[in-house]
Structure formats: C-alpha cells, structure tokens
C-alpha cells in the first residue's frame, strides 16, 4: 500500500466516497467508524454509496468520540467482534477528536488496518491536511502505514462558525502558518464574507 495518503478535494466529495474507496482499495468489509452529528448528517449517503460500490458496510456510531484509551478499546472490540483483518478497512466520518482517534485504532489494531478519513468540521481539515512543516503532521507521520486517503468535502464547511474560523487561525498560528499570506487572507475572507468558499485546493495541495 502506497505511504502516500491519496487526497480528494471536492465540493460535494460525499457523493464520491464509493468510487473514491474503490479506487484506492478492492471490494473489501468496511467499518464506517462515526460521531452521531456527523452520522445523521452524512451517514445514510456514506452507506448508501460505498454499498452500490459493492462494500459490506458495518457501521459503529460513538455518542462521545473522545480520543481515550477507554473509547480506543470500545473500538477494538468492535472491531474484533466484526473480525476486520488487515484486508479489511476504516472509514472514518467525523470530527477531529474522531480522525485522531481512527488514526490510533487503524496502526494499533493487532493487523494495521487501511483508513479513509472524512473529516467532517473545518478543523478536522485543517489538522488532517495541514503540509507537513507543521508539528501536526506527526498526525499523518505516526498513521502513514495505514492512511490510505483523505476525503475533503468543502461543502462541510461552508457554514462554519465565527467561533470555529478564529479556532482555525489559532490552529494555523500555532502550527507555523502565521507568515503564510494566502492562509490568512482564505480565512479572513470567510470570516467577513458570507458564503465564501476556502480555495482548499491552493491551502492543502
């Protein structure tokens, strides 16, 4: 399996998870790793997509998904009563909490398993996709034996919060983005403007 993980940024990218996961792997058992916001959001369109690609899709919805030892191990068994192997895969649909957690479950497992992040929050994005000059990319680094690719769907942020913007620049701040120019103008943009869309193309690739 390629180290790389393989990015897809796309506005509406939800409706391409099917093709997305086939492309990257064969016709395998999944388990579609969620927090219920983003569950009853986007759940039933994940399902139904990786399904029509020919998936058999087992899906584990956490009402808390903290990045814990004791949530980890909640996972693990679900995993191990699914009896998921090295052939099988994670999707994980969520928020940040949630992407980290799946990156930890998927590279300490008993069998590294292949993961698909979905991150569902502008946070989650940013720390997910941020380059690698940033000390967030240990995220990625510890998780590169079983990251198989990132789905970006824009229109998940679109409607970001005031609150979660200036998150966001805090996040680019501590991360060493501070001097970069086009970061800062992309969310100072969405900040005063209604409805502006992040160029992630130009912020990620």
């Known amino acids: 399996m390629n180290n790389v993980p393989k990015i897809m940024v796309k506005s509406e990218g939800i ?31 994940v399902l139904q997509y990786l399904t029509i690609m020919g998936f058999d899709v087992q899906t584990l919805v956490l009402k808390e998904p903290l990045y814990t030892t004791a949530i980890a191990n909640l996972v693990y068994q679900f995993l191990s009563d699914q009896k998921i192997t090295k052939n099988d895969g994670i999707i ?21 398993i292949p993961l698909i992040q979905i991150p569902t929050t502008l946070i989650a994005q940013l720390t997910v996709c941020i380059k690698k000059r940033s000390n967030l990319s240990k995220l990625i680094e510890n998780s590169s034996s079983s990251l198989s690719g990132i789905l970006i769907d824009t229109a998940l942020s679109n409607l970001s919060s ?8 805090s996040l680019l701040l501590r991360s060493g983005y501070s001097q970069d120019h086009f970061f800062r103008q992309e969310l100072r943009k969405k900040k005063r403007i209604d409805n502006y869309q992040l160029n992630f193309k130009k912020l990620f690739l």
């Open 92 to 112: 994980c649909l969520g928020n940040e909490n949630l992407c980290q957690l799946s990156s930890l479950v998927a590279t300490t497992y008993s069998q590294v």
């Open 15 to 45: 409706a391409a998870i099917g093709s997305y996961a086939a492309s990257l792997w064969s016709t395998r058992k999944i388990v579609l790793l969620s927090d219920k916001k983003s569950f009853d959001a986007e759940g039933a369109k």
């Open 162 to 169: 005031k609150k979660e913007l200036e998150s966001a620049q």
